[in-house]
């Protein structure tokens, strides 16, 4: 069973900065594509952005591209999603999630939701105006 941790999330300021982190448990996370998605009150869970096995290929939705970078460590079972330039509407929980199978991801494939199998238990993030 693999196990998804966040951490990193918090209060701050239009225009400030944090950094989320996942850590994953298992020996297996460089297997496998990771990605960033977030839900605010009232809204569908949304893509933020996702990362291929390597850290080669990196993909974002419009809404963050710009201001937000994933990252990972494979050595430390660990990806990150640094936010920077950050808005009231960027305010939601923010949930980290693994790839369904360890083989490569396409762009829309990333965006998908349904591709991820293991989910963490969210990050809060909120942006004062």
């Known amino acids: 069973q693999v196990q998804l941790v966040e951490s990193g999330g918090g209060l701050v300021q239009a225009g400030g900065s944090l950094r989320l982190s996942c850590a994953a448990s298992g020996r297996t996370f460089s297997s496998y594509a990771m990605g960033w998605f977030r839900q605010a009150p009232g809204k569908e869970r949304e893509f933020v952005a996702a990362i291929s096995r390597s850290g080669g290929s990196t993909y974002y939705a419009d809404s963050v591209k710009g201001r937000f970078t994933i990252s990972r460590d494979n050595a430390k079972n660990t990806v990150y999603l640094q936010t920077n330039s950050l808005k009231p509407e960027d305010t939601a929980v923010y949930y980290c999630?693994?790839?369904?199978?360890?083989?490569?991801?396409?762009?829309?494939?990333?965006?998908?939701?349904?591709?991820?199998?293991?989910w963490g238990q969210g990050a809060q993030v909120t942006v004062s105006s």
């Open positions: 999630a693994r790839a369904s199978y360890p083989i490569g991801i396409t762009p829309a494939q990333a965006m998908d939701s349904r591709r991820y199998n293991y």
